[in-house]
C-alpha cells in the first residue's frame, strides 16, 4: 500500500497535504503536560506521544482517561538528555543490560545508547514502556522515538516488531540516500533503503515528509510556524513540536530550551495559527485515523 493509496483511503485526494501535528515530550513535566492538552484542546495540534518513564506520566495518563477523545502515544526512550533531571528504565537495573549509566538512568545521548544497550534489554524496555501506557489507561495509538534512538540499525527492527505486536502504527519517514548522508547516516545507508523497500512491498505505511526542526527561539514563533506550514508540499507530513508552559520547573529543568517550548505553547494555542492552517489548506489527522486503516 502506497502512501497516496493510504492518503486516498483516509478520505483525501492524492494532492491534500495532509499533516500530523505531533507534540513530544508529553509527560517530561507538568509544565508540558498543561501545555499539550491545551494545544491539543485547540484543535491544530492533532496528537502527541509521552515518555513513559518520565515522572509525570501518571498525571498525562489521568488526563487521557478522562478525555479519551485525546490521539497519544508513546515515545518510545532509551535516553535522558538532562544533566540533573533523570529517570531510569522500567524493565530493569541491572547494569548487564546495557540500559543504564553510571548515575543509573538512561543514556544522555544517542550514541551511548545505541553503543551500550542490548538488543533484548531495548525490546524489553520498549514493550514496557507500551505496555505500562495502557495499563495507565491510555489508548495508545502509535509509537515513536525519543531523540531517534530505537531508529538506529541495531534497534529498528526492534521497533517495528513492537508496532506488529501491539497492532499500532510506527513513526517511519521516507528517507533516501540524500537524507541519510546530511544526517550522517551514510554507511548505514544501504541497510535503511533495502529495508524501507521490503516495508513499502509489505505494505507499511510510510510518512513522506517529517519536519522536526522546530525547537528554537523566534521573534515571532506565529508568523514562523505560519512560513513554515506554507511550505508543506502534499503528502503525509509530521510536523512535531515541544509545547511547556514557562515555569519555574520548566526553567530548572530546560533552562537553555524553556522559552523555545514556551513559544510552541504559545503559538499553538494562538487563533491566528489555526487560521494560517486553515489558509494553506492543510487537511489535519492524527495517529489513530492511521491505526484504524492499517
Known amino acids: 500500500m502506497s502512501n497516496q493509496s493510504l492518503i486516498e483511503k483516509l478520505g483525501f485526494e492524492a494532492t491534500d497535504k495532509v499533516v500530523i501535528f505531533h507534540i513530544d515530550d508529553i509527560g517530561f513535566s507538568h509544565s508540558a503536560n498543561i501545555a499539550a492538552f491545551e494545544c491539543l484542546d485547540l484543535g491544530v495540534a492533532s496528537c502527541g506521544s509521552i515518555i513513559v518513564p518520565a515522572p509525570w506520566l501518571l498525571e498525562a495518563a489521568e488526563i487521557c482517561k478522562k478525555n479519551p477523545k485525546y490521539d497519544v502515544g508513546v ?4 535516553t535522558c538528555e538532562y544533566q540533573l533531571y533523570r529517570w531510569r528504565a522500567l524493565s530493569s537495573v541491572d547494569p548487564k543490560t546495557g540500559l543504564l549509566d553510571k548515575d543509573r538512568g538512561l543514556w544522555r545521548t544517542m550514541e551511548e545508547a545505541v553503543k551500550n544497550v542490548k538488543p533484548r534489554a531495548a525490546e524489553a524496555e520498549m514493550r ?13 495509538t502509535h509509537i515513536d522515538a525519543h531523540m531517534g534512538s530505537v531508529l538506529d540499525p541495531k534497534f529498528i527492527p526492534l521497533y517495528l516488531k513492537m508496532s506488529r505486536e501491539f497492532k499500532i502504527p ?4 521516507r528517507i533516501t540516500r540524500e537524507d541519510l548522508v546530511l544526517i550522517g547516516l551514510e554507511e548505514q545507508a544501504d541497510f ?5 523497500s521490503k516495508l513499502v512491498e509489505n505494505g507499511v505505511p510510510l510518512l513522506d515528509y517529517v519536519i522536526l526542526d522546530t525547537m ?11 512560513k513554515r506550514f506554507a511550505e508543506i508540499k502534499p503528502g503525509l507530513t509530521h510536523f512535531l513540536f515541544h509545547p511547556a508552559k514557562m ?3 520548566l526553567n530548572a529543568i ?11 505553547y504559545e503559538a499553538f494555542t494562538n487563533q491566528k495559527l489555526k487560521e494560517c492552517a486553515e489558509n494553506n489548506d492543510l487537511k489535519i489527522i492524527g495517529y489513530r485515523e492511521l491505526r484504524e486503516v492499517i
Open 75 to 78: 515515545h518510545l526512550t532509551l
Open 128 to 140: 514496557v514502556q507500551i505496555q505500562t501506557a495502557l495499563d495507565c489507561g491510555v489508548d495508545v
Open 170 to 173: 510506527a513513526f517511519l519517514p
Open 192 to 196: 535503511y533503503l533495502q529495508m524501507f
Open 216 to 226: 528554537n527561539e523566534q521573534p515571532d514563533k506565529v508568523d514562523y510556524y505560519c
Open 247 to 249: 515555569s519555574p520547573e
Open 254 to 264: 530546560v533552562p537553555e530550551t524553556a522559552s523555545a517550548r514556551n513559544q510552541d
